[in-house]
């Protein structure tokens, strides 16, 4: 059974954005990384990484232990073997509180990429494939977002212009591939952040075409 390391923020927790009394997270059959569970019928074991807050390199003051950067190589060396790695990433980078370029983002997002390439990392299986998924956009509606101040029209902006730049960083890129939920997966107008339950599934969808494609289950 191949085994998929899912790594990313709240919409890889599947955070709710429209919440019903403590429903906070969707449930299994409902965010995207356990939707895509169920459509590999069993050809592969998913092990959801999903952190709310995690930034691809940043230490946040208010959040501790958020850095992507800094977790990642204790992850991957404790859920190897691994034959994917699907990283999905950046929007917490755009926050206002941090203000990096689009490409210093992209740049980070190398590096995480560049560790999961390490093969010393791994002494159980070999290095595995690896999957970017630039994160959907924040809607332009942010103003209306109880995120408002967290996240500001730049934000927006950089949102916008990340998928271009993991584009373009990432082309030729031995062993990596690419993915842009932004045409995909719908973003909660309540929220304007997270997915909503239909973006998640679509996502979930769009995903599972390509693991299969990479995997070849």
Known sequence: MKRILCYGDSNTWGHNPEPTGNNFRYGDDERWSGILQTMLEGKAKIIEEGLCGRTIMYDDPVAPDRNGSKFLNTCLQS??????????LGTNDIRHIFTPSVK????????LVITAQNPGTYWVG?????LVIAPAPVREEIATSDFYGMYDEVSVEKSRQLAAAYEKIFAGMPGVHLMDAGPIAEVSTGDCIHLSKKGHRALAEAVAEKVKELLGI
């Open 104 to 111: 210093e983002i992209a740049m980070g997002m190398q590096n």
């Open 126 to 130: 070999g290095v595995p494939q690896i």
């Open 79 to 88: 859920q190897q073997p691994l034959d994917l790695i699907i990283f999905m």
